[in-house]
Nanobody, 122 residues
């Protein structure tokens, strides 16, 4: 059984940085692609960034590509999201997810973590 556990969220001021972590257990072909999504109150869950465990094929939404960086640590089975120059509009619950193919569609992700809250004050 695949389990994803996020950590690292918090309350920060605009312009600050945070690093989110996602510890994955039970890796398989179904977890080839790892991604971060976010969901703001009253809004749909949206794609943020994705990566493969081989650390290739990174892809970002235009909203974050110059500020966020996704990476993997294979020995630790952990995926990170380094978030810099945070803005109030980045406030959301951030979710880690796993899929078997390169996609940005949340419905195609097989496994999800419980989410971690990121709040950016102005």
């Amino acid at each position: 059984q695949v389990q994803l556990v996020e950590s690292g969220g918090g309350l920060v001021q605009a312009g600050s940085s945070l690093r989110l972590s996602c510890a994955a257990s039970g890796r398989s072909w179904r977890t080839t692609v790892m991604a971060w999504f976010r969901q703001a109150p009253g809004k749909e869950r949206t794609f943020v960034a994705r990566i493969t465990w081989s650390d290739t094929y990174t892809y970002y939404t235009d909203l974050v590509k110059d500020r966020f960086a996704i990476s993997v640590d294979n020995p630790k089975n952990t995926v990170y999201l380094q978030m810099n120059s945070l803005k109030p509009e980045d406030t959301a619950v951030y979710y880690c997810a796993a899929a078997s193919s390169l996609t940005t569609n949340p419905h195609e992700y097989n496994y999800w973590g419980q989410g971690t809250q990121v709040t950016v004050s102005s």
